[in-house]
């Protein structure tokens, strides 16, 4: 189903080698995560996704079964090791083999540096990398035994650039893309590729109030390509990285951001 803040956005991408391989999804409660289980669906992927609200994940599960895609929900925060493992156990009883880890679940709220106290470290910080380790970690262990996989984590534009009042956020995304590296590395004699997508502005799933979709408008002017990426945009990428078409990269960091990170400053402004 198209975004229906930007049909015209649609994606027509087929990616037929990824039909009935198995994918986790986290975060897959509102935004990104939404957009890459749909995705991955339409190409007739498996699917367990995964979120902390366990009512809006299971009615955007019981959507995507809507359309004929399979997809079941497991309730759990990654950040905690039993969360890790309770969806790590519900993907193996669901699909018995797992091609695919999407990891996308974040907390996404921090604070400036002078504000960032020890509660608020933990939260933006610790948990962020938590969420990727844990279940990256119980994952990796499975592909090695099947021979293969791909790892693919979700590292928004802030580990590159960084954002006024978001330090702990930030500097988590920077940690996960050094980890995409390292893990690409250390899995490569094991068939496994571990790369990132890093997406920038972004749309939400559904429609936003008027003076929201105005403000985002106005936020788009800076982006080179002259608006705010879909959750469809995201989840091709991640689609193009797990199909045979992306079979000699790992280790990457792919921005999805329409050019926002390549320029200096934005249009109009000049150093």
Not at 24 to 42: N, Y
Not at 208 to 237: F, N, Y
């Amino acid at each position: 189903m198209a975004d229906e803040l930007n049909p015209a956005a649609a994606v027509s991408a087929r990616f037929p080698d990824l039909a009935d391989k198995t994918a986790i999804v986290s975060g897959t409660s509102r935004g990104i995560g939404c957009g890459i289980a749909e995705f991955l669906g339409r190409q007739g992927m498996r699917l367990v996704l995964c979120a902390r609200s366990a009512e809006a994940g299971e009615a955007f599960a019981a959507e995507l079964r809507g359309a004929n895609d399979e997809a079941h929900f497991v309730a759990a925060d990654l950040s905690t090791p039993e969360g890790a493992r309770r969806v790590f156990d519900a993907a193996l009883a669901r699909l018995g083999r797992i091609h695919l880890l999407v990891n996308n679940a974040a907390q996404l709220r921090s604070r400036p540096f002078l504000e960032l106290d020890e509660q608020s470290y933990h939260d933006s910080f610790e948990s962020n990398v938590r969420m990727i380790y844990g279940l990256s970690f119980l994952v990796a262990h499975h592909m090695v035994e099947a021979g293969g996989g791909n790892i693919i984590h979700i590292s928004p534009v802030g580990g590159l650039r960084a954002h006024r009042g978001q330090a702990g956020y930030d500097a988590s995304k920077g940690a996960i893309n050094a980890l995409t590296r390292s893990m690409a590395l250390d899995l490569a004699p094991h068939g496994i590729r571990v790369n990132a997508v890093a997406p920038g502005l972004t749309l939400g799933k559904r429609a936003m109030r008027p003076e929201w979709e105005k403000k985002l408008q106005d936020r788009s002017v800076g982006i080179p390509l002259g608006r705010a990426a879909t959750p469809e945009d995201v989840g091709a990428a991640v689609a193009f990285l797990a199909s045979d078409a992306g079979s000699y990269i790992t280790g990457q960091i792919l921005y999805v951001d329409g050019g926002l990170t390549a320029q200096l400053t934005p249009p109009g402004i000049y150093i």
